[in-house]
């Protein structure tokens, strides 16, 4: 089985970690929430959140999906995040960048673990992607980012 697993989390303002570790908001003081995309269909692995979707609205800012996804995430972080926020993040993992982009940088991490020295990721999202198979983790990238707002 294949399967597009995409953690997003909010660094809120005042966090003191120097460490953060995608998949433990608690220990990173931050806001998270994972989603899995199976075929054609978007659910949450820790809410409540599912969305029937193509392909298609994977590469439009402007589709259904960013917008539900990117209303879920602002609920959830207490923060405005735009869809193409979460549009210019996807596009990034996915190595094809464009302008809504500009606002995010692939950070070293492992396992999905990256540095916050200095608290430099504060008031930024993040997101994390990987590409599993057969339960075997093919493809990883964790990006961080400032918000449109």
């Known amino acids: 089985m294949e399967r597009i697993v995409i953690t997003w989390g909010y660094i809120p303002i005042d966090n003191n970690a120097d460490i953060i570790y995608t998949g433990d908001a608690e220990t990173s003081k931050t806001k998270e929430l994972s989603f899995e995309i199976i ?7 820790d809410n409540d959140f ?9 590469w439009n800012y402007q589709s259904s999906f960013y917008n539900s996804i990117s209303q879920y995430m602002s609920a959830y972080f207490n923060v405005k995040i735009l869809a ?3 549009y210019g993040g996807y596009l990034l993992v996915q190595d094809e960048p464009d302008d809504h982009s ?6 070293e991490s492992e396992a999905g673990v990256f540095n916050n020295s200095n608290q430099e990721h504060n008031g930024k999202v993040y997101l994390r992607y990987y590409f599993e198979e057969d339960e075997e983790i093919l ?7 400032t918000l449109d707002i």
């Open 39 to 45: 075929d054609n269909k978007c659910s949450g692995l």
């Open 102 to 107: 500009i606002n995010f940088e692939i950070c």
């Open 139 to 145: 493809e990883e990238v964790v990006c961080v980012g």
């Open 84 to 86: 193409s926020n979460v």
């Open 50 to 58: 599912e969305v029937i979707l193509d392909d298609s609205q994977l």
